[in-house]
Nanobody, 118 residues
Framework: QVQLVESGGGLVQPGESLLLSCAAS????????MGWYRQAPGKQRELVAG???????NYADSVKGRFTISRDNAKNTVYLQMSSLKPEDTAVYFC????????????WGQGTQVTVSS
């Protein structure tokens, strides 16, 4: 089994920054794609940013230039640096990790609330 622990959410004002972290632990053979998704009230979960095992990132258009995804393979951790936050960034943020091995599968974090409000 693999456990994901997210941290870093909170309440901030527009224009401020937050750093989200998601650490994977447990029976990990290898980790491929890592990503962050978000879900606002009444909306579907959407991809915010993803990063390959080789470190190539991709971003949703709505966050390009403001958010940066990175990973530390030695720590099995993925980060999301969020800057210039806007009220429309308010959502529960989830990390997703693709774990390889005999039975590869995706794992989801428990979610962390990000609220951007003045």
């Amino acid at each position: 089994q693999v456990q994901l622990v997210e941290s870093g959410g909170g309440l901030v004002q527009p224009g401020e920054s937050l750093l989200l972290s998601c650490a994977a632990s447990g029976s990990i053979f290898s980790i491929g794609l890592m990503g962050w998704y978000r879900q606002a009230p009444g909306k579907q979960r959407e991809l915010v940013a993803g990063i390959t095992g080789g470190g190539k990132p991709n971003y949703a258009d709505s966050v390009k230039g403001r958010f940066t995804i990175s990973r530390d393979n030695a720590k099995n951790t993925v980060y999301l640096q969020m800057s210039s936050l806007k009220p429309e960034d308010t959502a529960v943020y989830f990390c997703k990790v693709s774990v390889g091995g005999i039975a590869p599968r995706d794992y989801w974090g428990q979610g962390t609330q990000v609220t951007v409000s003045s």
